[in-house]
C-alpha cells in the first residue's frame, strides 16, 4: 500500500543553487531504498509553458513522452531516477491562470469572485495531487525563490496542503546558500536566515534545510543555523559543490539526507536499505566520469552556446555517453551566428554534432561544419534541425543544387528539400494536421513517435533494435515524397523512418565512418548509468578515430 507521501522543495536567496538536482537526488536516493517516487514542477512564471521562451531566458525546453514542452529540471528527474514525467508533472503560474480565465469566461464559476483564494490555490492543489495515489512519494519543486512575487499563490497552496494532510504525511525542504566570505574565512548564514523568515511569513517552517556551499559545515554553523530556524542541527544539510552533479546523490547520502526524510515520516531506514546494485553503479559512473582512461575533442557548432542550460540534455546526454566509453570529453563550443572562421573552430575535432535549433540565424555556418565532417571522415551526429541541414548540404555541395533549402529559411526556395507537412498519424492514430497559419506551438512535431530501423544502418547497430521510440520538437520534414530518390543517388540513405514511411526520421551517409542525422532529439532520453545508443556509437567512433590516427 503507498504511503502517500508529499515532499515541497523550495529555494531561498538566489536563483540556480540545485533544487532541480536537489529533488533528483533525493528521488533516487528513495527509489534505492525500495519507495516508488513520482516527481513534479511547479512553475511561477506567466507563460503558458516554455515552448516559446529563448533558451536565453529559460535554458533548454524538455520534452516527455506525451509532448509536454516542460522546464529543464524534469530531465534532471528522468536522468537520476528513470521516471517518465507526462504533463501531470508539470505546471505553469500561466497555465493555472488560463484555464481559471477560460473557466470563468464560459461562466464556470456560477457568479462567484475568483481569486487567488480559493480559486488559484484550488488549482495548485489539484495538480499536486493528481494521480498520485500509487506513489509512496510524491516531490513537488516549486520554482523560483521565496519572497518571488509570483509565488504567494504556491506557498499559500502548499501551507494548505500541510494542514489538510499533516506533518505526518508533509515535508516542507529548503534550499539555501551559505557565502564564503574567503577574506572572513567563514560562511555567512544572515542570508538563510533571512530567506526562512520569508518562509515563516508565508506560514511554512521548513523541515530540513539543504545549504549550498562551498566548504562542508562545522558543528557550530550547524547550530548556529538550526537556533535561527526553528530546526534541529540534525535537520541543517550541506549540499556541498561537486566536481560533475552526479555525485549529487552519493553526497546527500553522505550527509544522511534520505534518512532524515525517512525520519520525518516516522520510517526507519535500516528497514529500506540502500541497494548494493544501486551504490555500485553509481559509483562506477562518477569514477569513469572522474577518472577516464582517454580523452577527446567533440565540437558542438550551435546558436544558444553561451549558457550551459540551453543545451542541457545534450551536455548530459554526452557526459553518459563518455562514461560509458571510459573517455573524457572536451567539448568545445562553436557559436555559428558569431564565428567568423567556422573551419577554424571545428578543426581538429574528434566528432562534430550540429544540434536543434529554430530560425536562420547562423544556418550557412552549420552547413559549412556538415561539409567539413562530411568531406574529412570525422563522426557527426546531427540532432533534428542538424538533420535537415545534413540534408540541404549535401545537395548544396554534392547534387550542385545552389539553392536547396528548408521553406523555414526560404518561402519561395526553388528546391524544398525541407518543408512543413500538413498531416501525420499520432501515437494513438489520429490525425494530426497543420499550417503556416497555425499557432506557434501548434505546428510543432511534439513527444514520443516510432521509428522503423534499416538493418545493417548505423542506427540499428547501436540500438540493436528494429523499432525504436524517440521524442520530438520541430516543425519542418524532410520533403521524401519528392527527393528522397535524389538524396539516395548522393550516397544521403533513409535509415529509418515512420511505420507508415511517411516521416523520415534517420538519415545516414552510406560512405562515411559514421554520419547520423536524425529528426528527433535522443539526448531527452539519455540516462547516466546507461546512456544513450546513438551517443555512446558516436563517441566510440569518434575515440577510435583518434586512437587510429595517432
Given at each position: ?247 549529487c546523490p552519493t553526497n546527500y547520502s553522505r550527509e544522511y539526507f534520505d534518512e532524515r526524510v525517512c525520519h520525518h515520516f516516522n520510517l526507519d531506514y535500516r528497514d529500506f536499505p540502500l541497494s548494493k546494485d544501486w ?129 523555414e529559411f526560404d518561402p519561395d526556395t526553388n528546391a524544398p528539400v525541407i518543408s512543413l507537412i500538413s498531416e501525420w498519424t499520432k501515437n494513438d492514430g489520429s490525425k494530426e494536421r497543420r499550417t503556416k497559419d497555425t ?112
Amino acid at each position: 500500500m503507498a504511503l502517500n507521501n508529499y515532499i515541497f522543495v523550495t529555494g531561498g536567496v538566489m536563483s540556480s543553487l540545485g533544487k532541480g538536482l536537489a529533488s533528483a537526488s533525493l528521488g533516487a536516493l528513495l527509489q534505492a531504498r525500495g519507495f516508488k517516487v513520482c516527481l513534479r514542477k511547479l512553475d511561477l512564471y506567466l507563460n503558458v509553458d516554455p515552448g516559446t521562451l529563448s533558451p536565453y531566458q529559460h535554458g533548454e525546453v524538455f520534452v516527455t513522452d506525451d509532448g509536454t514542452e516542460a522546464d529543464l529540471d524534469l530531465g534532471h528527474y528522468e536522468r537520476f531516477t528513470g521516471y517518465r514525467t507526462t504533463k501531470a508533472d508539470y505546471l505553469s503560474a500561466g497555465e493555472i491562470y488560463e484555464n481559471i480565465i477560460l473557466t470563468e469566461r464560459k461562466g464556470g464559476y456560477n457568479g462567484s469572485t475568483v481569486q487567488v483564494i480559493p480559486h488559484v490555490t484550488d488549482a495548485i492543489k489539484r495538480f499536486i495531487f493528481a494521480s498520485t495515489e500509487s506513489f509512496d512519494f510524491t516531490l513537488i519543486e516549486i520554482g523560483g525563490t521565496v519572497g518571488d512575487i509570483e509565488g504567494a499563490p504556491f506557498l499559500e497552496a502548499i501551507r494548505q496542503v500541510r494542514n489538510e494532510l499533516g506533518a505526518a504525511h508533509t515535508m516542507f525542504i529548503h534550499l539555501t546558500y551559505l557565502p564564503y566570505v574567503k577574506t572572513a574565512g567563514e560562511l555567512k548564514t544572515k542570508p538563510t536566515q533571512h530567506s526562512v523568515k520569508d518562509l515563516l511569513h508565508a506560514g511554512i517552517q521548513p523541515d530540513l534545510l539543504l545549504c549550498r556551499c562551498e566548504i562542508p559545515l562545522d558543528v557550530a554553523i550547524r547550530s548556529k543555523i538550526a537556533l535561527f530556524c526553528n530546526m534541529t542541527p540534525d535537520n541543517v544539510i550541506a549540499a556541498l559543490d561537486v566536481r560533475n552533479i552526479y555525485r549529487c546523490p552519493t553526497n546527500y547520502s553522505r550527509e544522511y539526507f534520505d534518512e532524515r526524510v525517512c525520519h520525518h515520516f516516522n520510517l526507519d531506514y535500516r528497514d529500506f536499505p540502500l541497494s548494493k546494485d544501486w551504490n555500485q553503479k553509481w559509483g562506477e559512473l562518477v569514477e569513469n566520469i572522474d577518472n577516464p582512461r582517454s580523452r577527446i575533442t567533440i565540437v558542438v557548432v550551435g546558436k544558444y552556446t553561451e549558457l550551459p542550460d540551453a543545451y542541457k540534455s545534450l551536455r548530459e546526454a554526452l557526459t553518459h555517453a563518455g562514461a560509458q566509453n571510459q573517455v573524457g570529453l572536451d567539448v568545445r563550443w562553436c557559436n555559428s551566428e558569431q564565428t567568423e572562421d567556422v573551419i577554424a573552430e571545428i578543426r581538429g575535432a574528434d566528432g562534430i554534432i550540429v544540434p536543434g535549433g529554430f530560425g536562420a540565424r547562423g544556418i550557412e555556418n552549420k552547413i559549412k561544419a556538415i561539409q567539413y565532417a562530411r568531406e574529412n571522415d570525422i563522426p557527426f551526429l546531427g540532432i533534428c534541425l542538424g538533420m535537415q541541414l545534413a540534408i540541404i548540404e549535401s545537395f548544396r555541395n554534392i547534387a550542385g543544387v545552389k539553392d536547396a533549402n528548408s521553406t523555414e529559411f526560404d518561402p519561395d526556395t526553388n528546391a524544398p528539400v525541407i518543408s512543413l507537412i500538413s498531416e501525420w498519424t499520432k501515437n494513438d492514430g489520429s490525425k494530426e494536421r497543420r499550417t503556416k497559419d497555425t499557432n506557434l506551438g501548434g505546428t510543432l512535431r511534439l513527444g514520443q513517435y516510432p521509428c522503423d530501423l534499416v538493418k545493417g544502418s548505423f542506427a540499428h547497430k547501436a540500438y540493436q533494435q528494429d523499432t525504436i521510440q524517440e521524442r520530438h520538437r520541430h516543425r519542418y520534414e524532410f520533403n521524401a515524397p519528392k527527393y528522397k530518390e535524389q538524396a539516395e543517388q548522393l550516397g544521403l540513405v533513409v535509415t529509418g523512418s515512420s511505420p507508415d514511411g511517411t516521416l523520415t526520421e534517420i538519415i545516414e551517409h552510406k560512405n562515411h565512418p559514421w554520419f547520423v542525422a536524425v529528426q528527433f532529439h535522443p539526448e531527452f532520453k539519455s540516462t547516466p548509468i546507461d546512456g544513450h545508443p546513438l551517443f555512446v556509437s558516436f563517441i566510440k567512433s569518434a575515440t577510435t578515430r583518434k586512437a587510429n590516427a595517432s
